[in-house]
């Protein structure tokens, strides 16, 4: 199974650096062997999902990690983590989102998408049909501006739980800032599962917004 783009984009562009063409693609496949092997332990639903992308991709880091038998610097695994969010893209080429959202038209209808979404994957999951996958909490503090969507049950943590991950969660969870940066937003959070809490907490605020 192929790596996701902006996975493999990041650890070629790693191995590039370091070794030979040979000992790259060998690392590459050897990846690729065992991040297939974490997909079908763990396959995430195939419909109607749109953080499964995030979640593949959670486990082609992971896979990453154990292909180099843990011996890679935080550093190198923060911009695997980020290329692999930006499918691909650059963290430090900023794309600021300058849109009048918070009190319009189109935080409502955010809403309204999510609180459909939630309703959905909740049924599915209540029914034992989806067990790899979020739920979100939409607007659960009713704030007046920017968008709150908690999440809980998430499969990218409890897959780390069990392969002895854990160790990775805060660039995982870290990472989130990062990205929310580069489109002129700001999370705010106070905790996340990884931490011991029932949720995480992810409230989005645009420049220049008042956390109300």
Same mark, same amino acid.
């Given at each position: 199974m192929k790596l996701p783009y902006g996975t493999k984009k990041a650890i070629k562009q790693y191995?590039?650096?370091?070794c030979s063409k040979h000992k790259a693609a060998h690392i590459l496949r050897k990846t690729e062997r065992i991040y297939t092997s974490f997909v079908r332990e763990a396959p995430a639903p195939n419909i109607m999902n749109f953080l499964r992308c995030q979640y593949y991709g959670g486990l082609s880091v992971f896979a990453f990690y154990e292909t180099m038998n843990g011996k890679v610097d935080e550093n190198t695994l923060q911009e695997i983590l980020?290329? !692999?969010?930006? @499918?691909?893209g650059d963290i430090r080429q900023k794309k600021i989102l300058h849109i009048r959202f918070s009190g319009t038209w189109l935080q409502k209808a955010?809403? %309204? %998408?999510?609180?459909?979404?939630? %309703? @959905?994957?909740?049924?599915?999951? *209540?029914?034992?049909?989806?067990?790899?996958?979020?739920?979100?909490?939409a607007d659960p503090c009713h704030h007046k501006n920017g968008f709150s969507m908690p999440m809980m049950n998430c499969p990218v943590f409890d897959f780390a739980k069990k392969h002895g991950y854990e160790?990775? !969660?805060?660039?995982?969870?870290?990472? *989130?800032?990062?990205v929310a940066e580069k489109f002129g937003l700001i999370l705010i959070r106070e905790h996340t599962e990884a931490e011991g809490f029932e949720k995480c907490d992810f409230w989005y605020l645009f420049s220049g917004e008042k956390k109300i």
């Amino acid at each position: 199974m192929k790596l996701p783009y902006g996975t493999k984009k990041a650890i070629k562009q790693y191995l590039k650096e370091r070794c030979s063409k040979h000992k790259a693609a060998h690392i590459l496949r050897k990846t690729e062997r065992i991040y297939t092997s974490f997909v079908r332990e763990a396959p995430a639903p195939n419909i109607m999902n749109f953080l499964r992308c995030q979640y593949y991709g959670g486990l082609s880091v992971f896979a990453f990690y154990e292909t180099m038998n843990g011996k890679v610097d935080e550093n190198t695994l923060q911009e695997i983590l980020w290329s !692999m969010l930006l @499918f691909g893209g650059d963290i430090r080429q900023k794309k600021i989102l300058h849109i009048r959202f918070s009190g319009t038209w189109l935080q409502k209808a955010v809403y %309204a %998408a999510l609180k459909r979404y939630s %309703a @959905f994957v909740n049924s599915k999951i *209540d029914k034992g049909e989806w067990k790899n996958t979020w739920r979100i909490i939409a607007d659960p503090c009713h704030h007046k501006n920017g968008f709150s969507m908690p999440m809980m049950n998430c499969p990218v943590f409890d897959f780390a739980k069990k392969h002895g991950y854990e160790h990775l !969660m805060p660039l995982f969870c870290g990472s *989130d800032f990062k990205v929310a940066e580069k489109f002129g937003l700001i999370l705010i959070r106070e905790h996340t599962e990884a931490e011991g809490f029932e949720k995480c907490d992810f409230w989005y605020l645009f420049s220049g917004e008042k956390k109300i």
